[in-house]
C-alpha cells in the first residue's frame, strides 16, 4: 500500500468514526445538548432553545455532509473513475461549508466562553470560507495542484468540533482551568492547529506526488 493510500485509509477511519459520533450523539445521546448548553452561562442574549436546536441540528447535519462529501473527493480511486462525480461532489463540500458557516454565524453570539469565543468563531468562519473559495477559484482557472493543497486545506476546518473540544478537554481536565476559558482558548488554538497541521501534510504530500510524477 502507497504511502498516499495508507494517509487516505487513516483520513477515512478518523472522518467515519467523528460522523457517527456526531450523529448519535447529537441525534440519539443527547438530542437536547443538555450537556453542551449546560456551560452555557452569563450569556448576554437571551437563548430561544427551540430555535438554537433547530440550527445546530442543521449545522450537524451539513458538517457531517462536508466532512463526507469531502472525504470521497479524496479518493483517487473516484476522481479516475468519475470526474463528474468528483465535481458534483466538489460542489455538494462548498454548499454544505456554507451551511456550516451560516448556521454557526447564528450560534456564534451564544458561544460558550462570550464574546471572545465568538468573535474568534466569527473568525474562523471567514478563514475557512476564504480558504474553501479560493480552492473553487484555483480549480475553475485549472490550477489542479493549487486546488487539491486548497481542499486539504479548507477539509481540515471540518475538523474543527473535535479539535475545540479536544483542547477544552486537555486544558480543562488536564489543567484545571475553568471549562469557560478553556474552551475560549479551544477555539483559537483549533484555528492556529487547523492553519498549520494542512500544511504539514502538503508539504509530506509534495514527495509522494513528485515520485508519481516520474
Known sequence: ???????????????????????VKNYLVDPGAESFLSHKTGL????HLSAWLSVMRVHVAFACIAMAAGLLNFSNRLFEKSRKFH???????????LIVIITSGYMAPYATGGTAASMGFNLLNL???????????????????????????????????MSIHLLTTVLNGGFGIDYSNAYTF??????????????IVVRLLRPIRAQENT
Open 1 to 23: 500500500m502507497s504511502k498516499r493510500n495508507r494517509l487516505f485509509g487513516l483520513l477515512a477511519v478518523v472522518s467515519i468514526v467523528f460522523i457517527v459520533y456526531a450523529l
Open 44 to 47: 448576554k442574549r437571551e437563548l
Open 87 to 97: 465535481r458534483i461532489n466538489g460542489y455538494v463540500y462548498v454548499m454544505s461549508v
Open 127 to 161: 478563514i475557512w470560507l476564504g480558504i474553501t473559495a479560493a480552492a473553487l477559484v484555483h480549480i475553475r482557472q485549472k490550477r489542479i495542484v493549487r486546488h487539491r493543497n486548497g481542499m486539504i486545506r479548507s477539509y481540515a476546518f471540518c475538523f474543527t468540533n
Open 186 to 199: 479551544g477555539v483559537y488554538g483549533s484555528i492556529v492547529l487547523l492553519l498549520i497541521v494542512p500544511g
